[in-house]
């Protein structure tokens, strides 16, 4: 009931005041503002609410929960790889990958290969693994979920670039560039071969 009240009165202050966007929203002490499936709130940019928001919603078009399950598929050999959000336990490549191939490096792209060893979401990353494998939450990665990260912009240089996504799905058409007409041509995915992607997934 508290919660009820919270936002009714947050609709009454903005139509007296005929104010047409929320700046800041504060919830009041002991309530929680709970946000379903499929809604969304936003103040102008995410985080500008205060207090206890929850639900399986978003605010401001990103999740608002903390950390997500997450199943891949890795085969035998090369793979194109990126990591959604944070690992609860570091970023290494062994704490993503345990079962990889030691023998071989993990490589990222930037004018030229690059071998890393801590891995960021947002780009993409060539790692060779033994032997097939499904990677989920509850086995090879912690039960607790893996932690969602703020949806930064890619950055991106001209030519080729090797980028991954967060966790939820998005339509490959979608993405968009800044300014707009940089990308040129389609976004590729790899699985034993190169083949326009039509989603970028987690």
């Not at 990103?62 to 570091?90: C, D, E, K, R």
Request: hydrophobic content about 35%.
């Amino acid at each position: 009931m508290n919660k009820m009240k919270t936002i009714h009165y947050l609709i009454i202050a903005l139509f007296l005041t005929e104010i047409v966007f929320a700046q800041s929203i504060v919830i009041g002490t002991g309530s929680v503002l709970d946000i379903g499936t499929g809604s969304d709130v936003c103040a102008g940019v995410y985080g500008n609410i205060q207090g206890t928001v929850t639900g399986n919603g978003t605010q401001c078009g990103q999740s608002l929960q903390q950390t997500f399950q997450l199943t891949v598929a890795v085969s035998n050999g090369w793979n194109m790889v990126s990591v959604p959000g944070l690992h609860p336990i570091n970023q290494n490549v062994d704490t993503w990958w345990a079962f990889r191939d030691l023998s071989a490096n993990v490589f990222k792209y930037a004018t030229g290969y690059q071998t890393v060893t801590d891995v960021t979401p947002g780009i993409g990353y060539w790692m060779k693994h033994a032997g097939n494998r499904t990677y989920n939450t509850g086995d090879e990665w912690p039960a607790g979920g893996i932690q969602i990260v703020t949806h930064d912009p890619v950055t991106a240089a001209a030519g080729w670039n090797m980028i991954g996504g967060y966790e939820l799905s998005v339509t490959a058409s979608l993405v968009s560039t800044n300014p707009p007409g940089l990308q040129s041509g389609p976004i590729y995915k790899y699985s034993s071969g190169y083949s326009v992607a039509t989603t970028l997934d987690q």
